[in-house]
Each structure stands twice: as structure tokens, then as C-alpha cells.
């Protein structure tokens, strides 16, 4: 069988993995992608219309924009990506890795970076007994447009970060929000819970969803049950979000047999060049600690950088410690060039 093998094998298609697979193919090395998701980006997709600031040299932009401008750079020196694979199980045989995917295939590597953040994020679905909502059109678990909300009636449910900062996102776009939370307090950041108490957000507590009502697959009526009172309301609606936190799988670690040593949270205990307790193996992002950890994306930029290092030392002992800066790399100047006419720079 003729096996492809590759450099580096990148698991998660994420900010960690995207600056991964960009600064190998900068270092000129075979790379490949393996994401779970139908598309890169990582977590980011979970707050596309967020506005982040802590990038450095980038002006503050949306998450989408963000993820966009993050994807663009991954792809710069083509990459093999592979998105809907999940990787379940790594192996060594001999001088390669073997990374076993949910289709089955088996990706072969001379090293790998792991790069899953916190782990692989599903968010709990609603269960509604006796009703499918995998085909419900208006129902929602993430917020990937705030313009698509103008002017309907929206049910959010749900009591944490997430569902206090949609509601209060969509507040001034909406005709009428409602947030219903099964407690009696709100669980979010003190300032957003006050901004969204002080709003026009209806907020109906200590009740659930108990049923919908559903018509050629969009919801048009929520029945919500009051758990102190046992009483039921009934609720027209355009458009049910739901938020009801997310299943973190870390099952990749399950097996174990190459013996990772990871902290109490499931996080792979690291060095600070991003090594982990297997030669060849790397991580970045938030799945790996160390003592100069920094939880932020731009922290998980430099993570992949140093992972990409070792693994090019890994392969070659006598590379470079780091590759040359983007300013003066060679594999960058007809790039460069290009990207000067279109500023009108060069003539």
C-alpha cells in the first residue's frame, strides 16, 4: 500500500492549528489538517459577530472576520486539509505516527500538533420528547448572523455567558426578546447581567421548555413550564436560541498508550516550546499548560510557532531553530511582490 506520509499532521483546525499550518508551510514542510467540524475555524465559530480586540496589530473585528482572515493565511502554502475527520486514536510504528480517523482512513506523520483547544465542543441540544428538531429551521445553537434576528420575536434559552451576551446583542435589533432560565439567578458576568436586566429583554425564570409547536419544520409557538408554580405559558416566536452549555470530548486522550501526561482538567502538561511527554508529538493553544501559558489567541499564535520548531528539529536535526522572519523569507518573495503591485507599491 502506498502511504502518504507527512511532516506534520495537525489536529484541529482552530486559531492553534491555522498559525500551525501556516508557519510549516513557511518552514517548507508537508503538512497536513485533520478538523472535526464541517469547516475550519475552532471555537471561534461559536461567537462569529464577537468583537475581538487582544490581537496584536489588528484593529478590533468580528470573530467571522477573524476566523476568515486567520483561514486565508492557513491555506497560503496548501495545505491537505480534511475537515468532518475526526482523529480517535494515535499510534507509533516505527518512525512514523499513525492517526486513525473516524472515516476509518489512517493519516501517517513524521510528527504531530496537537492543536483541540479544550476539546472538541458540542453543544447539549435541546430534547423535547417525542419531537425530532435535528430539521427545525429556526431553531439555533449558535448566533452566526445578528442581522438574520432584525425585527423577529426571539426566545433565547438559557442562563450563562453566552445566552446573556446574545440577548443582549440582539436587543437592539429585534422586536422582542424573551430569555428564560431554569434557576433564579442569572450565571453570567455581573456587568452583562445588569445591562440585560435593565434592558427590554423579558426574562422569565425558574422555567424550560416543556414543547413546541412546529409547522413544516419552524417553530411557531414554545410552551414553557414554571417549575415553582407548575404553571405553563405559551410563547409565538420566530426563532428559538438555545444554550445550554457544550459536551467536551477529550476522548482522543482516552487510549492513552503513548502515555501523555495531562493535568486534573484533561490539558496536556507541556514545556513551554510546546513538547509533550511524547518526542514527536507537539501541542497548541488551549490544550497544552505550562508555567508561561497565556490563554489568549494570540498566545496560542506563539504556541504554534514554537510547536512547529521542535517538530521541524525533530525531522531534521540540523534545521534552523526558527524560521526567518516573514519579512525576509524566501518563500514569501514572489508573494510579496504580488501583494505590493495590488497596493500599487511596485510598478
Given at each position: 500500500?502506498?502511504?502518504?506520509?507527512?511532516?506534520?499532521?495537525?489536529?484541529?483546525?482552530?486559531?492553534?492549528?491555522?498559525?500551525?499550518?501556516?508557519?510549516?508551510?513557511?518552514r517548507n514542510m508537508k503538512t497536513k489538517i485533520l478538523e472535526y467540524q464541517?469547516?475550519?475555524?475552532?471555537?471561534?465559530?461559536?461567537?462569529?459577530?464577537?468583537?475581538?480586540?487582544?490581537?496584536?496589530?489588528?484593529?478590533?473585528?468580528?470573530?467571522?472576520?477573524?476566523?476568515?482572515?486567520?483561514?486565508?493565511?492557513?491555506?497560503?502554502?496548501?495545505?491537505?486539509?480534511?475537515?468532518?475527520?475526526?482523529?480517535?486514536?494515535?499510534?507509533?510504528?516505527?518512525?512514523?505516527?499513525?492517526?486513525?480517523?473516524?472515516?476509518?482512513?489512517?493519516?501517517?506523520?513524521?510528527?504531530?500538533?496537537?492543536?483541540?483547544?479544550?476539546?472538541?465542543?458540542?453543544?447539549?441540544?435541546?430534547?423535547?420528547?417525542?419531537?425530532?428538531?435535528?430539521?427545525?429551521?429556526?431553531?439555533?445553537?449558535?448566533?452566526?448572523?445578528?442581522?438574520?434576528?432584525?425585527?423577529?420575536?426571539?426566545?433565547?434559552?438559557?442562563?450563562?455567558?453566552?445566552?446573556?451576551?446574545?440577548?443582549n446583542e440582539l436587543e437592539p435589533i429585534a422586536e422582542k426578546i424573551y430569555?428564560?432560565?431554569?434557576?433564579?439567578?442569572?450565571?453570567?458576568?455581573?456587568?452583562?447581567?445588569?445591562?440585560?436586566?435593565?434592558?427590554?429583554?423579558?426574562?422569565?425564570?425558574?422555567?424550560?421548555?416543556?414543547?413546541?409547536?412546529?409547522?413544516?419544520?419552524?417553530?411557531?409557538?414554545?410552551?414553557?413550564?414554571?417549575?415553582?408554580?407548575?404553571?405553563?405559558?405559551?410563547?409565538?416566536?420566530?426563532?428559538?436560541?438555545?444554550?445550554?452549555?457544550?459536551?467536551?470530548?477529550?476522548?482522543?486522550?482516552?487510549?492513552?498508550?503513548?502515555?501523555?501526561?495531562?493535568?486534573?482538567?484533561g490539558a496536556v502538561n507541556g514545556s513551554n516550546l510546546s513538547e509533550t511527554?511524547?518526542?514527536?508529538?507537539?501541542?497548541?493553544?488551549?490544550?497544552?499548560?505550562?508555567?508561561?501559558?497565556?490563554?489568549?489567541?494570540?498566545?496560542?499564535?506563539?504556541?504554534?510557532?514554537?510547536?512547529?520548531?521542535?517538530?521541524?528539529?525533530?525531522?531534521?536535526?540540523?534545521?534552523?531553530?526558527?524560521?526567518?522572519?516573514?519579512?525576509?523569507?524566501?518563500?514569501?518573495?514572489?508573494?510579496?511582490?504580488?501583494?505590493?503591485?495590488?497596493?500599487?507599491?511596485?510598478?
Amino acid at each position: 500500500m502506498n502511504k502518504e506520509i507527512y511532516d506534520v499532521t495537525i489536529i484541529g483546525g482552530g486559531p492553534a492549528g491555522l498559525f500551525s499550518a501556516f508557519y510549516s508551510g513557511l518552514r517548507n514542510m508537508k503538512t497536513k489538517i485533520l478538523e472535526y467540524q464541517r469547516t475550519l475555524g475552532g471555537k471561534i465559530h461559536v461567537y462569529p459577530q464577537k468583537m475581538i480586540w487582544d490581537i496584536g496589530g489588528l484593529k478590533p473585528a468580528t470573530g467571522k472576520e477573524v476566523m476568515d482572515n486567520m483561514i486565508f493565511q492557513a491555506l497560503t502554502f496548501n495545505p491537505t486539509v480534511i475537515c468532518n475527520e475526526k482523529a480517535e486514536k494515535i499510534d507509533k510504528n516505527g518512525d512514523l505516527f499513525e492517526v486513525v480517523g473516524s472515516s476509518g482512513e489512517t493519516h501517517y506523520s513524521k510528527t504531530i500538533i496537537i492543536a483541540v483547544g479544550s476539546g472538541i465542543l458540542q453543544p447539549h441540544e435541546l430534547e423535547i420528547k417525542g419531537l425530532e428538531t435535528e430539521n427545525i429551521h429556526n431553531l439555533f445553537y449558535t448566533v452566526p448572523s445578528l442581522e438574520q434576528f432584525m425585527n423577529k420575536t426571539i426566545l433565547i434559552s438559557g442562563g450563562g455567558n453566552a445566552a446573556i451576551d446574545w440577548a443582549n446583542e440582539l436587543e437592539p435589533i429585534a422586536e422582542k426578546i424573551y430569555l428564560v432560565y431554569r434557576n433564579k439567578d442569572l450565571k453570567g458576568h455581573e456587568a452583562q447581567v445588569e445591562k440585560l436586566l435593565s434592558s427590554s429583554v423579558e426574562c422569565i425564570f425558574e422555567s424550560q421548555i416543556e414543547n413546541l409547536h412546529v409547522e413544516n419544520n419552524y417553530i411557531k409557538e414554545v410552551l414553557l413550564k414554571n417549575s415553582a408554580k407548575e404553571s405553563l405559558t405559551k410563547l409565538n416566536v420566530d426563532a428559538l436560541i438555545v444554550n445550554h452549555g457544550y459536551i467536551r470530548d477529550r476522548s482522543l486522550f482516552d487510549q492513552n498508550k503513548l502515555n501523555f501526561d495531562l493535568d486534573e482538567y484533561g490539558a496536556v502538561n507541556g514545556s513551554n516550546l510546546s513538547e509533550t511527554s511524547v518526542p514527536g508529538i507537539y501541542a497548541a493553544g488551549d490544550i497544552i499548560t505550562h508555567s508561561g501559558k497565556l490563554h489568549l489567541i494570540a498566545g496560542a499564535f506563539q504556541d504554534a510557532a514554537l510547536a512547529v520548531n521542535q517538530a521541524k528539529k525533530f525531522i531534521d536535526p540540523n534545521a534552523k531553530e526558527k524560521a526567518m522572519v516573514s519579512s525576509h523569507n524566501e518563500r514569501l518573495f514572489e508573494k510579496n511582490k504580488d501583494l505590493l503591485k495590488e497596493k500599487k507599491i511596485l510598478g
